[in-house]
C-alpha cells in the first residue's frame, strides 16, 4: 500500500482559497487513481474529487464543482486539491485515499487513507 500525508487545512473565511495537498510514499504514485473525501461533524464520508492514474481524466461531486479542483504532479508524488469560493458547508475533516490504476467515488474501493487535515471554514 502507499502511504499517505495531508496538509493545507485551516481556517479561512467564507469566501477564501485553500490548497490541501497529499504526499504519498511507498508505491509507485503513478500507478494509483487519487481521491480526496470529506467528513463533517456528525455525518458519514463523502466523495469530493477523484483524479486517473495519469491525470487526465477527473471526477468532482456537484457540491463542490466549479469551485474545487484536484490535480496531482507524478514527479513530486503529490495530489492537490485546489478550494475556492469556499463557504461553511465546507467545513469538515478532508481525507486523500488512493486506489490502484482506477478511480471511483467508492470510497470503500480506497485502500489507502492518510489521517485527514481539518479545514474550518467560519467568519
Known amino acids: 500500500q502507499v502511504q499517505l500525508v495531508e496538509s493545507g487545512g485551516g481556517l479561512v473565511q467564507p469566501g477564501g482559497s485553500l490548497r490541501l495537498s497529499c504526499a504519498a510514499s511507498g508505491r509507485t504514485f503513478s500507478n494509483y487513481a487519487m481521491g480526496w473525501f470529506r467528513q463533517a461533524p456528525g455525518k458519514e464520508r463523502e466523495f469530493v474529487a477523484t483524479i486517473s492514474w495519469r491525470g487526465g481524466t477527473t471526477d468532482h461531486a456537484d457540491s463542490v464543482k466549479g469551485r474545487f479542483t484536484i490535480s496531482r504532479d507524478n514527479a513530486k508524488n503529490t495530489v492537490y486539491l485546489q478550494m475556492n469560493s469556499l463557504k461553511p458547508e465546507d467545513t469538515a475533516v478532508y481525507y486523500c485515499?488512493?486506489?490502484?490504476?482506477?478511480?471511483?467515488?467508492?470510497?470503500?474501493?480506497?485502500?489507502?487513507w492518510g489521517p485527514g487535515t481539518q479545514v474550518t471554514v467560519s467568519s
Open positions: 485515499a488512493a486506489r490502484p490504476w482506477y478511480a471511483t467515488r467508492d470510497l470503500s474501493q480506497f485502500a489507502s
